[in-house]
Structures are given as C-alpha cells and as structure tokens.
C-alpha cells in the first residue's frame, strides 16, 4: 500500500481556525498534524510506501525527517496533486499498490484504525468526516487505481456516487477516529479538551 499525504503550505493551512489561533499559532498546529500524521502512516506502511505531496519547504523539512519521499505539488488545487501524484507513483511502477490518501487532520486516528480500513476488501473504502459532508480517508486498490479524485464540498457524496457507477466494490467505513478532524473552532477545542482536560 502507497500512502499519499496531501499537505498545502503549512503557513496558509486551517484559516478557519483564525477566530481562536493566530497565524504562528496555526502554523505550529499544522506542523504538528504533518509529523504526527507522517510518524503514523511510517508505523503502518514504512517510510518508503509514503509521499508527502507539498510545495512547502518547511513540510518537506518534516517528511525528509522521517525519511519519507515528497513529490512536488504543481497546483493549489487538492484534486490536481492528487492526480499528479499518482501518475508519478505510476511512472515509478507502483500502480499495482493500493492507494490510500489520508488527511494530516485526523488527530485520533490510529494505526489501528488504517489497518482497519486497510484490511477491508473492498476496491473503495471511503471514511467520512463527522458532518457525513467530507471525505476524510480514501482507499483505493484493484481495478479502482483511476478513481477520480473529488474532494472539496459534498465529496463523500460525490466519491459514493462515482463508486457506485464504478461497478468496483465499495464500503462507507463507519469510524469516530477517522471522522473527527480539526476544521473549526468548535472541533479544535473538542480536541483540545480531549488531549487536555481542564481541572479544578
């Protein structure tokens, strides 16, 4: 299995999370998510089955920590360097791995989680966000190597209906450690509580 991790440069990411943390802030939160998230997908899989796709200096300062390979993200667009990261797994001979593309916001996941997800036999197992909206973890294998990518608004919809046309097996992977991501305010001190409690 080839694990694509997906990361925008890590100064601009989770700009939703302004109302509550500041620009440093984020970004130290971001660099945060990218380690733990590559540390994570290294346990599982190896760092040689992982690429980091980034234009980020700073994000590819942490892949090449854990020794994990970066391919350069030509666009801003998730979609489109997800694409030009798999013809580049492609062009290195890998297209007969399964693909799995995970988010670097998934703070609970585990590796018990993926290896959930990873031992489902389906062609396409999908994980969604809690709000059932966003996808938060994609896994492709077989015949479902050309699955086109649709993240981005109502993507867990679009990615179910593009699988049941497929023909492919699929599954929608039911799991609280995969569904919970940090894009709000509300969900970043949801988890901060978690990791933190407050005391008397």
Not at 143 to 151: H, I, K, L, V, Y
Request: proline share 6%; hydrophobic share 40%.
């Amino acid at each position: 299995m080839i694990i694509l991790i997906p990361c925008k440069r890590l100064s601009a990411g989770k700009s939703r999370l302004s109302p509550c943390l500041n620009d440093k802030e984020r970004q130290t939160l971001c660099e945060s998510l990218l380690a733990r998230t590559v540390e994570l997908a290294a346990g599982f899989v190896g760092p040689d089955l992982i690429r980091v796709i980034t234009a980020d200096p700073d994000a590819i300062a942490i892949a090449t920590r854990y020794l994990v390979s970066t391919i350069p993200d030509p666009t801003s667009e998730l979609n489109s360097a997800l694409e030009h990261a798999r013809s580049r797994l492609a062009l290195e001979g890998l297209s007969n791995r399964s693909l799995m593309v995970l988010p670097i916001d998934l703070p609970f996941a585990t590796r018990a989680s993926l290896t959930a997800a990873g031992d489902n036999p389906a062609d396409i197992v999908i994980a969604a966000d809690e709000s059932g909206t966003g996808t938060n973890l994609l896994l492709l294998r077989g015949g479902a190597w050309e699955f086109p990518f649709r993240f981005g608004p109502d993507s867990y919809s679009q990615h179910v209906s593009q699988a049941q046309l497929s023909g492919l097996t699929f599954v929608s992977l039911a799991d609280w450690r995969l569904a919970r991501d940090i894009d709000s305010p509300d969900q970043y001190f949801a988890w901060r509580g978690r990791q933190f409690p407050h005391r008397e």
